[in-house]
């Protein structure tokens, strides 16, 4: 329970602790691997663990359909 | 009087023509500022992209679920997959992914293990027609943008297909920008409509069906049982419902923090209904006395779990500018289950910038999870429990991976044939590796071109 408030408390922390950064001066942000995500790279690796692993989803990835049962 | 009355007139006159005017204006102002965004609205996206993905996967383990958590788990895969984005005006996108995997699975080959070529062994591929299959799926997926790109709007739907099993799915998200672009929520939606075709075990099918498995071949009679005299009857009823169904619901927040580092929350609820067991999955019961045809074990049952399942994740990203050579990103998640699972993912990766061009992406991952509370490894369950497995991905495991990544990139696509133009190509090797004897490999390779 203590970890939850925690992570909630570090959560909004961060979010309220922010600066606006204005679009001009977002050009490291913006870089091809700053990207918050995954990389269509990494696609069939993401498969790959939804199906040999129990957990899904919080990553982009597909939460559902087909059954990897092989 | 005739003078006051022209006056009157030529009053009402400029009174009309004034609003007239004012009503032009007002016109021309909104269809000038229309034709304005017109003119200089940048588009989403310029041109025609095309992402070719393949990979080639490998796995090796010795707790195959499909002989009741014993035998070999060896699998080959080689997928290919396609995505074409197009342009739609200015504000819409739509994509088109096609993807195709072919594979050879020696644990799904011994769904009949008697091939009459080899002796029967959970521990060897079998020659019978399961051993290998394809897999299609094909999706379609339509974005759109307010002018200011500030809100977006997706809607897909996706079908997907291979021979016990198929899937449509459709979804709808939509997504907002504020604060300056410095954050973005989003929400999105996908329900999928999966169907099997029901495949037993070879020695649990009591009716030819005349599928590709070759059952017709089999007739236990022709075998010596060894061990008990064998009858499932006392354990195995076939299945009735044959759908699953999953929702989906996913929140996302993204957040600059400052010039150099940005995060994302995102939290998942995922509900399934239907059959969610594997109707090849065998069970051994350990208070039954086993039986077999020549050493592969005779199964007692298939594995049973419930209908419904309800799982939730959440997940933070990082991403940290360091300087022009190196970026540091992180992901950690959590999940959990009504099944008793729960699990913590871990990774870290940090591309390396060679040159304006060239970026390599070491990277390492963590996952572990804790066991179903209906899991239970070879020959350990009993004929009393209600549901049952012992398929290894449902047990309490830790797993690494380690991997390595090549990307090229040419942001103005200098290399091009005709109007097709090369924008990055790029390959990774990643290999993963349970606590126990679980190991997989997978090459990917993917290539990025743009059509101007």
Same mark, same amino acid.
């Given at each position: 329970?203590?970890?939850?408030?925690?992570?909630?408390?570090?959560?909004?922390?961060?979010?309220?602790?922010?600066?606006?950064?204005?679009?001009?001066?977002?050009?490291?942000?913006?870089?091809?691997?700053?990207?918050?995500?995954?990389?269509?790279?990494?696609?069939?690796?993401?498969?790959?663990?939804?199906?040999?692993?129990?957990?899904?989803?919080?990553?982009?990835?597909?939460?559902?359909?087909?059954?990897?049962?092989? | 009087?005739?003078?006051?009355?022209?006056?009157?007139?030529?009053?009402?006159?400029?009174?009309?023509?004034?609003?007239?005017?004012?009503?032009?204006?007002?016109?021309?102002?909104?269809?000038?500022?229309?034709?304005?965004?017109?003119?200089?609205?940048?588009?989403?996206?310029?041109?025609?992209?095309?992402?070719?993905?393949? /990979?080639?996967?490998?796995?090796?383990?010795?707790?195959?679920?499909?002989?009741?958590?014993?035998?070999?788990?060896?699998?080959?895969?080689?997928?290919?997959?396609?995505?074409?984005?197009?342009?739609?005006?200015?504000?819409?996108?739509?994509?088109?992914?096609?993807?195709?995997?072919?594979?050879?699975?020696?644990?799904?080959?011994?769904?009949?293990?008697?091939?009459?070529? $080899?002796?029967?062994?959970?521990?060897?591929?079998?020659?019978?027609?399961?051993?290998?299959?394809?897999?299609? /799926?094909?999706?379609?997926?339509?974005?759109?943008?307010?002018?200011?790109?500030?809100?977006?709007?997706?809607?897909?739907?996706?079908?997907? #297909?291979?021979? #016990?099993?198929?899937?449509?799915?459709?979804?709808?998200?939509?997504?907002?920008?504020?604060?300056?672009?410095?954050?973005?929520?989003?929400?999105?939606?996908?329900?999928?409509?999966?169907?099997?075709?029901?495949?037993?075990?070879?020695?649990?099918?009591?009716?030819?069906?005349?599928?590709?498995?070759?059952?017709?071949?089999?007739?236990?009679?022709?075998?010596?049982?060894?061990?008990?005299?064998?009858?499932?009857?006392?354990?195995?009823?076939?299945?009735?419902?044959?759908?699953?169904?999953?929702?989906?619901?996913?929140?996302?927040?993204?957040?600059?923090?400052?010039?150099?580092?940005?995060?994302?929350? $995102?939290?998942?609820?995922?509900?399934?209904?239907?059959?969610?067991?594997?109707?090849?999955?065998?069970?051994?019961?350990?208070?039954?006395?086993?039986?077999?045809?020549?050493?592969?074990?005779?199964? $007692?049952?298939?594995?049973?779990?419930?209908?419904?399942?309800?799982?939730?994740?959440?997940?933070?990203?990082?991403?940290?500018?360091?300087?022009?050579?190196?970026?540091?990103?992180?992901?950690?998640?959590?999940?959990?289950?009504?099944?008793?699972?729960?699990?913590?993912?871990?990774?870290?990766?940090?591309?390396?910038?060679?040159?304006?061009?060239?970026?390599?992406?070491?990277?390492?991952?963590?996952?572990?999870?804790?066991?179903?509370?209906?899991?239970?490894?070879?020959?350990?369950?009993?004929?009393?429990?209600?549901?049952?497995?012992?398929?290894?991905?449902?047990?309490?495991?830790?797993?690494?991976?380690?991997?390595?990544?090549?990307?090229?990139?040419?942001?103005?696509?200098?290399?091009?044939?005709?109007?097709?133009?090369?924008?990055?190509?790029?390959?990774?090797?990643?290999?993963?590796?349970?606590?126990?004897?679980?190991?997989?490999?997978?090459?990917?390779?993917?290539?990025?071109?743009?059509?101007?």
């Amino acid at each position: 329970m203590k970890l939850k408030y925690l992570i909630l408390f570090l959560t909004v922390a961060t979010l309220t602790s922010c600066v606006v950064v204005k679009e001009y001066e977002m050009v490291n942000l913006n870089d091809s691997d700053m990207i918050l995500g995954e990389k269509s790279i990494e696609r069939n690796i993401t498969t790959f663990h939804s199906y040999r692993e129990a957990a899904v989803g919080a990553n982009g990835g597909k939460t559902g359909g087909g059954c990897g049962c092989n | 009087m005739e003078g006051r009355l022209a006056g009157v007139v030529v009053v009402i006159k400029i009174l009309k023509m004034k609003k007239i005017i004012i009503l032009f204006s007002i016109l021309l102002t909104v269809l000038n500022s229309y034709s304005q965004d017109n003119t200089y609205k940048k588009r989403v996206l310029e041109g025609i992209e095309i992402d070719m993905i393949s /990979s080639l996967y490998n796995q090796k383990g010795d707790s195959a679920a499909v002989c009741g958590g014993l035998g070999t788990e060896e699998i080959q895969d080689a997928t290919a997959t396609i995505v074409i984005s197009i342009p739609l005006r200015d504000d819409g996108v739509i994509k088109f992914d096609a993807g195709i995997s072919s594979y050879t699975s020696a644990s799904s080959s011994n769904i009949n293990p008697f091939s009459k070529k $080899n002796i029967a062994t959970p521990f060897n591929a079998s020659s019978g027609a399961s051993k290998e299959d394809e897999w299609t /799926s094909y999706s379609l997926t339509y974005l759109h943008y307010s002018n200011d790109r500030n809100k977006i709007v997706n809607t897909k739907i996706s079908v997907a #297909d291979e021979y #016990d099993y198929s899937s449509f799915g459709f979804g709808l998200g939509y997504t907002s920008l504020f604060n300056r672009k410095n954050t973005e929520v989003s929400i999105n939606s996908n329900i999928y409509f999966d169907e099997w075709k029901l495949l037993y075990p070879i020695e649990l099918r009591t009716n030819k069906s005349n599928d590709k498995d070759d059952d017709d071949d089999f007739d236990i009679n022709m075998y010596t049982v060894i061990g008990a005299a064998y009858s499932p009857e006392k354990y195995f009823t076939p299945l009735t419902d044959r759908k699953r169904n999953s929702y989906s619901l996913s929140f996302g927040l993204s957040q600059i923090l400052s010039k150099n580092l940005h995060t994302s929350f $995102n939290l998942d609820v995922v509900k399934q209904k239907g059959l969610l067991s594997t109707p090849f999955h065998r069970i051994y019961f350990k208070d039954v006395v086993n039986s077999f045809i020549e050493e592969f074990q005779l199964a $007692n049952d298939i594995e049973r779990l419930p209908i419904t399942r309800y799982k939730t994740s959440v997940g933070n990203r990082m991403s940290l500018y360091i300087n022009e050579y190196f970026i540091l990103k992180s992901f950690y998640r959590y999940y959990a289950d009504d099944w008793g699972i729960s699990s913590n993912t871990i990774s870290i990766e940090a591309p390396v910038k060679l040159s304006s061009k060239f970026t390599i992406y070491p990277a390492y991952r963590f996952y572990n999870q804790t066991a179903s509370i209906y899991f239970d490894s070879y020959d350990k369950h009993l004929s009393t429990e209600l549901y049952y497995t012992s398929d290894n991905d449902l047990s309490a495991y830790a797993a690494n991976q380690y991997s390595l990544g090549l990307s090229y990139t040419d942001v103005f696509s200098d290399i091009n044939i005709w109007r097709i133009g090369l924008k990055t190509i790029d390959i990774k090797y990643a290999h993963y590796s349970r606590n126990s004897t679980f190991t997989a490999n997978i090459l990917t390779f993917g290539i990025k071109l743009v059509v101007e």
